[in-house]
């Protein structure tokens, strides 16, 4: 597992997730130039009650503030995939 696996899953704790899987993409992208910037990509899936009541875009929004500072360098791109328990 890579460091910045390991670092999002930390952040995404603070969420409360009852199921948390992230994926390491950036091989697929070698050559890319987010990937040449040091930015990886990654692949998102996480089910937590904190997602109840909340669309789509306000879920993403707040994955986003909750990793805050590795969105600005360690993460170039991060496919979502947010749902609540009863969404399963």
Known sequence: MSDTV???ETALRQLAPEHL?????????A??????GGGG??????VSSR?????RVQR????????????AGRVHAL???????EEL
């Open 79 to 85: 496919a979502i995939r947010a749902l609540t328990p």
């Open 51 to 55: 997602f109840a009541g909340l669309g």
């Open 41 to 46: 990509h990654y692949t998102l899936t996480i």
């Open 21 to 29: 899987d992230i994926q390491d993409d950036s091989a697929l992208h």
């Open 6 to 8: 390991q670092l999002l």
């Open 60 to 71: 993403h929004r707040l994955i986003y503030q909750t990793l805050g500072e590795l969105m």
């Open 31 to 36: 050559g890319h130039a987010g990937a040449k």
